[in-house]
């Protein structure tokens, strides 16, 4: 067996009167609707198989705007040629999210209604059996395998500089208050960095990558026990979407899950942890203080 399965799946919350966040799954984004219909199997064996999600930002119709031309901007740019080798596709995924940021700013000029609009965006690639994850903003990526699961992206947030410099820890950045300013988004400035890490895949492993509107309502040891002990990715992701819910729900709920199943992978020792490359980081141009 060469496929994995996926499934995603968008939600209003119960706060927000719009939903600001979409997807992009291979060749499908929530543009047509807000859960794929059923679990999906994606071969892995090709080099187009594209993961992201996106939280918009600047008001319910422009964040709306600006995450949707993001994913759609990268849906139409993963069907032109990719390379096959990991240079030319960790090249691809900066350029894919690249021309999603000129795509927002340059229709936010176009528009001034929509001045201030951003997106964050969290996209995923496979290639030879590794992961690589671009990224831009605080949607997370998160590994698990075996018994532990781990967080593969940094947030680039006012509060993730403080954790990162050693101020605050993780513990008091989920009630930080100011935990929802971000750094640089999508579609804001007319130039970026994105953050680039890669990982090993092993059989077995699940990939979620999600906004802060179950991040930040659902702690990552729920996450992952949700994920392990449900029947599938799907039931998964209706049970995360009901705790992010029960917790308030305050947010738009995005997440996508995938299930590495093939028989292409190597299983993981029973100790083996998860790694990851980082191949280039975001550095903000600030001293974050207390």
């Known amino acids: 067996m060469n496929s994995v399965s996926v499934f995603a799946k968008t939600d209003v919350g119960r706060v927000r009167k719009g939903n600001e966040d979409n997807f992009l799954v291979v060749d499908t984004t929530s543009e047509q609707a807000d859960s794929l219909p059923e679990i999906r199997e994606i071969n892995l064996m090709g080099n187009n198989n594209f993961f992201m999600v996106a939280d918009g930002m600047g008001g319910p119709a422009a964040g709306e705007v600006a995450s949707l031309l993001a994913v759609n901007t990268v849906l139409k740019e993963t069907k032109n040629k990719i390379g096959d080798n990991e240079t030319s596709f960790v090249s691809k995924i900066e350029d894919l999210l690249q021309k999603a940021n000129i795509a927002v700013f340059e229709n936010a000029q176009r528009h001034p209604e929509l001045k201030g609009m ?158 990851f490359k980082i191949i280039s980081e975001y550095i903000p141009f600030i001293k974050p203080s207390p």
């Open 118 to 275: 951003g997106t964050t965006g969290t996209l995923a690639g496979i290639l030879n059996n590794k992961l690589f994850i671009g990224q831009v903003g605080d949607s997370r990526a998160y590994i698990i395998r075996n018994d532990t699961i781990i967080q593969i992206t940094k947030d680039q947030s006012y509060v993730g500089q403080l954790v990162k410099s050693g101020i605050i820890t993780e513990e008091a950045a989920e009630n930080h208050p100011q935990k929802s300013l971000i750094l640089q988004a999508l579609g804001t400035q007319p130039t970026l960095k994105v953050a680039i890490t890669s990982s090993k895949l092993c059989k077995g492993d699940y990939l979620l990558i999600c906004s802060d509107g179950l991040s930040g309502l659902v702690t990552k040891e729920e996450m992952k026990e949700v994920i392990q002990s449900s029947d599938d990715i799907a039931s998964a992701s209706e049970q995360l979407v009901d705790y992010s819910n029960k917790n308030g729900g305050h947010d738009n709920i995005t997440l996508i899950i995938i299930h590495f199943a093939s028989d292409r992978l190597s299983s993981p020792s029973n100790k083996e942890s998860v790694d």
